[in-house]
């Protein structure tokens, strides 16, 4: 199994910033692509970025130049920092992990964590 355990969540005023972190633990060999995604209320889960082991980083159009991912391949983490947040940007944050494992593709989940941005 694979726990995927996510912080960094909470308040924000327009224009503030902050900074999510996942880990993940368990059977994470083969462990490839690290990301997050969010869901709006009312609207469908949407990619933010995902970066892989090793290569490019993959965001999101609306997201470049405000939000950033990193990658600690060490210590198992993917972060995403958010600046000049906006009132839309209020969401559930999703951690997401993609496992390669024997010809076969693995996504993992994390629980959740809410931003909202609000004067």
């Known amino acids: 199994q694979v726990q995927l355990v996510e912080s960094g969540g909470g308040l924000v005023q327009p224009g503030g910033s902050l900074r999510l972190s996942c880990v993940a633990s368990g059977s994470i060999f083969g462990l490839n692509v690290m990301g997050w995604y969010r869901q709006r209320p009312g609207k469908e889960r949407e990619l933010v970025a995902t970066i892989p082991t090793f290569g490019r980083t993959n965001y999101a159009d609306s997201l470049k130049g405000r939000f950033t991912i990193s990658r600690d391949n060490a210590k198992n983490t993917v972060d995403l920092q958010m600046n000049s947040l906006k009132p839309e940007d209020t969401a559930a944050y999703y951690c997401?992990?993609?496992?390669?494992?024997?010809?076969?593709?693995?996504?993992?989940w994390g629980q959740g964590t809410q931003v909202t941005v609000s004067s």
């Open positions: 997401n992990v993609v496992i390669l494992n024997g010809g076969r593709r693995y996504d993992y």
